[in-house]
């Protein structure tokens, strides 16, 4: 071997241990900062005035009015950490949480303004809404975000009245409703009333008095409205309903 | 070595992403909201998977092909250093790809992207300068 050679590989040899030490050094790092993300939803739990009268907002409501514990989702149907909630965690709620009567489980739209489909999004569940289908319209529509989001169209028209024959609505009635925007001042309704929160970003909820940023996993869900069911049951959006009531009146 | 820091400060970077892309991460602290615009485009999909996560593997490709090439037996191989060069030159090519899909299709841009674009540029850089050492290097032993 050269003598040249002998003193690259020694060179080599000499820098393997700063070399282990900055690559420990940048794991270190990295993974602290992907932790702090990954606990940022629960470390910003906030908790939250149980007695805000609301505004006009009105929320969809699966499960029964006085469930212990009222669960308030904001969320935009184009957002992808809402969609991954709605098909990955929701399924559960319903069925362990929703159906077995612990949580009454509200949603309310709060459209981002990047979001160029989100409103005609809402607005296509409102109106399956007025056939008694929003939770399956809702379903659907985080199910299939890439066939009419605003990246897929600038027309989703087309695509969510193909949702809309695809859950066997009236598709005259839907249509005539979803084109006369009939549902609008709704969607503002509780877009106003996530600003109104201080909702910062989507998907949000309201637990009990807690209010978290970001998707949850079920056992995340779960802990909360465990936690929930300890404190403060029947605290959440009564006073919202009834001055929702006291509007309508 | 310095090829082995960038890469793996890109792994992070592309798992961060892909982090936000499954959901597990709620929002990108990104200032502006082009960085969703740009993670929920149907262009954030390669193939049937996240294009973060092609990010991950391209970038865990090069920290391990790196990190073997700094030090034993592969340390001498010019193997290693056409090897590097190949792979980042792929990532650039993409890297190319999605930086034009931003600026003509999305019209948004997510500045992680932008951060990825450059230590996918440097990489290349660094992996072509190293190769064209390495062969020098040996050229000038063989006429010692």
Redesign the interface.
């Known amino acids: 071997m050269?003598?040249?050679?002998r003193q690259?590989?020694g060179k080599?040899?000499s820098?393997?241990k700063p070399?282990i030490g900055?690559?420990i050094v940048?794991?270190v790092i990295?993974?602290a900062?992907?932790g702090y993300?990954?606990t940022?939803?629960s470390a910003t739990a906030t908790t939250v005035d149980a007695n805000i009268p609301a505004g006009p907002a009105e929320g969809y409501l699966i499960g029964k009015a006085d469930a212990p514990v009222q669960v308030s989702e904001f969320a935009d149907y184009?957002?992808?950490?809402c969609?991954?909630?709605a098909t990955?965690t929701e399924p559960d709620v319903r069925t362990r949480l929703v159906e077995t009567g612990t949580v009454a489980y509200r949603f309310y739209d709060f459209p981002?303004?990047?979001?160029k489909n989100t409103w005609a999004a809402s607005n296509a569940a409102a109106c399956a809404s007025d056939q008694g289908k929003f939770w399956e319209m809702h379903d659907l529509l985080f199910a299939t975000?890439?066939r009419w989001?605003?990246?897929?169209t600038s027309n989703p028209r087309k695509p969510l009245t193909e949702l809309a024959r695809q859950l066997g609505l009236d598709l005259k009635t839907w249509e005539s409703c979803f084109d006369s925007k009939k549902h609008y001042g709704r969607i503002k309704g509780n877009q106003a009333e996530a600003e109104r929160r201080m909702v910062q970003?989507t998907?949000t909820f309201i637990i009990g008095n807690k209010m978290l940023?970001?998707?949850l996993s079920f056992d995340q869900f779960k802990a909360w409205v465990d936690s929930a069911l300890k404190s403060a049951p029947k605290a959440d959006t009564k006073p919202a309903e009834a001055a929702r009531k006291g509007a309508e009146k | 070595?310095t090829i082995?820091?960038v890469a793996?400060?890109g792994?992070?970077l592309a798992?961060?992403l892909l982090?936000?892309?499954?959901?597990?991460?709620?929002?990108l602290?990104c200032g502006t909201?082009?960085c969703?615009?740009v993670?929920?485009?149907?262009?954030a999909?390669f193939l049937g998977f996240p294009v973060a996560l092609w990010g991950v593997l391209f970038y865990a490709a090069m920290f391990l092909v790196a990190?073997a090439g700094?030090?034993g037996a592969l340390?001498?191989s010019l193997a290693v250093g056409r090897l590097l060069t190949v792979i980042s030159g792929g990532g650039v090519s993409f890297s190319g790809w999605l930086t034009y899909l931003e600026l003509a299709e999305?019209h948004a841009i997510c500045r992680y992207c932008v951060v990825s674009a450059v230590l996918v540029l440097g990489l290349f850089a660094l992996s072509l300068r190293d190769y064209r050492l390495h062969a020098a290097?040996q050229g000038?032993?063989g006429t010692?």
Request: glycine share 10%; net charge negative.
């Open positions: 050269g003598k040249a050679a690259a590989k080599k040899q820098n393997a070399f900055i690559i940048v794991t990295g993974a900062a992907l993300a990954l940022r939803s184009e957002c992808p950490a969609g991954v909630f990955l981002l303004p990047m979001h975000q890439d989001n605003g990246e897929a970003q998907p940023a970001g998707s | 070595m082995a820091v793996l400060a792994v992070f798992t961060y982090l936000y892309k499954l959901g597990y991460i709620p929002g602290a909201g082009d969703e615009v993670q929920s485009s149907r262009w999909m990190s700094s030090f340390a001498e999305i290097e000038a032993m010692e």
